[in-house]
């Protein structure tokens, strides 16, 4: 058996209750993230109630499904197979080293009568020391460092894939819940849904307009995914803050990052702005970012 198949056996098992964290996440807050998305965007998963159905020879509905992947992604087995075996034990408990040396810490500064006993918590920090830069100094550990959008989550022919294990190493990499890692992703992901999936106003999709063509400009679709999940996040969800800093404002791509960092959140006219501009690029295949940026700013 290849090491990264036995690696991703274990740290499954050893994770079980963050991966039932995150789809629970998901599941209970499913229909409370579309609520507030199709009342932000004006769009919806079924063609709205006062559209005639009788106009229509096509389908009235649309399905998002969501799969969770339980896989390790192609990129990390390659990197898993040139790894030490030691690195690979340390890593699978990494997420402990830290608060382990934070309560070394306290004991050592709590102990001071007992030398042998301060000499042992002293020695135990060195040894967690060790292990810890020793995973830092890792390839392995680097790969974490640089987790996106993109391996956490994707969105594509009617589907949300949801993956955990890249969500978990993410979280444990920032300090941060996978409740919260959990709910940015999927909703960044939801928002990809309804551009292309969702029925506007009128009862029409946009599958025959720019956010449907593979020649679509990624700052505007990933634009609109970040400024939406800001704007539902910030109020309903403020405890993701951290997580919208560092994965949406602070994101080392520029595509994720720059049109939010242009937005004011602050003005009275943003969700009118944010869908005028995504009505008229809709209807304008050829509009620059540039132009888009003068009408949503």
């Known amino acids: 058996m290849e090491i990264s198949t036995q690696l991703q056996e274990k740290f499954l098992n050893e994770r079980k209750n963050d991966i039932n964290l995150i789809i629970e996440t998901i599941e209970k807050n499913d229909r409370k993230l ?12 079924s063609v709205p109630s006062h559209v005639r159905l009788s106009n229509f020879t096509r389908q009235t509905r649309a399905v ?3 799969v969770y992947n339980y896989d390790l992604p192609v990129s990390i087995r390659e990197i898993l197979e040139k790894t030490d075996q030691e690195i690979i034990n340390f890593f699978i408990h990494y997420k402990h080293i830290q608060p382990a040396l934070t309560l070394m810490k306290f004991l050592e500064n709590n102990y001071q009568n007992n030398e042998q006993e301060v000499n042992l918590f002293r020695e135990t920090s060195k040894h967690l020391k060790q292990i810890k830069q020793k995973v830092e100094n890792s390839e392995l550990y680097n790969w974490i460092k640089q987790i996106s959008y993109l391996m956490m989550g994707q969105f594509g022919k009617n589907q949300i894939i949801i993956n955990l294990i890249p969500i978990i190493l993410y979280a444990d990499n920032r300090n941060f819940s996978v409740q919260n890692v959990a709910i940015v992703v999927y909703l960044h992901e939801l928002v990809h849904a309804y ?6 106003k009128d009862g029409h999709q946009w599958n025959d307009s720019p956010l449907h063509n593979e020649k679509k400009d990624s700052y505007i679709i990933e634009g609109l995914a970040n400024a939406y999940s800001v704007l539902i996040l910030t ?22 990052r ?9 003005s009275p006219r943003i969700y009118e702005n944010l ?6 690029f809709k209807h304008n295949p050829s509009m ?9 700013l």
């Open 195 to 200: 551009t292309f999936l969702g029925f506007d």
């Open 288 to 296: 620059s970012y540039q132009s888009f940026l003068n009408i949503a």
């Open 235 to 256: 109020k309903l969800y403020p405890e993701t803050e951290n997580v919208i800093d560092d994965l949406i404002f602070n994101n080392s791509t520029e595509k994720y």
């Open 258 to 266: 720059d049109f939010v960092n242009r937005l004011n959140f602050n």
């Open 64 to 66: 998002i499904r969501k």
């Open 275 to 280: 869908r005028r501009a995504m009505i008229e």
């Open 34 to 45: 579309k609520q507030a998305l199709s009342e932000a965007s004006g769009l919806s998963l």
